[in-house]
Nanobody, 125 residues
Framework: QVQVVDSGGGLVQPGGSLRLSCAAS????????ITWFRQAPGKEREGVSW????????NYADSVKGRFTISRDNAKNTVYLLMSSLKPEDTAVYYC??????????????????WGQGTQVTVSS
């Protein structure tokens, strides 16, 4: 049975850090590119960070570049998102999604095969 579990969210003060985890079971993550998305209330879901299946290629939205780092441990079937220097505008539900093969930053949401349930990140003093 395929399952993707997002975890690690919480309440953090501006300037703080969090590490999100995306743990998969039922399929081999190393065959899949992974994207972290986020969705704030009243806004569309947006991609914030992308990693290739090997982890050799990564990309970031301009809004998080220099603050977020995506990494993966294929032996553990897990992808991480380390978020630093957090801002109130980073508040959102964060989701990871897996797509077989390669993705671009413009790959439509419907082309992703598996999704996590999301984890809430709130940045507030």
């Amino acid at each position: 049975q395929v399952q993707v579990v997002d975890s690690g969210g919480g309440l953090v003060q501006p300037g703080g850090s969090l590490r999100l985890s995306c743990a998969a079971s039922g399929f081999r993550m190393d065959y899949y590119a992974i994207t972290w998305f986020r969705q704030a209330p009243g806004k569309e879901r947006e991609g914030v960070s992308w990693t290739s299946s090997s982890g050799g290629s990564t990309n970031y939205a301009d809004s998080v570049k220099g603050r977020f780092t995506i990494s993966r441990d294929n032996a553990k079937n897990t992808v991480y998102l380390l978020m630093s220097s957090l801002k109130p505008e980073d508040t959102a539900v964060y989701y990871c999604a897996a797509a077989r093969g390669a993705v671009l930053t413009t790959t439509p949401l419907q082309e992703y095969d598996y999704w996590g349930q999301g984890t809430q990140v709130t940045v507030s003093s």
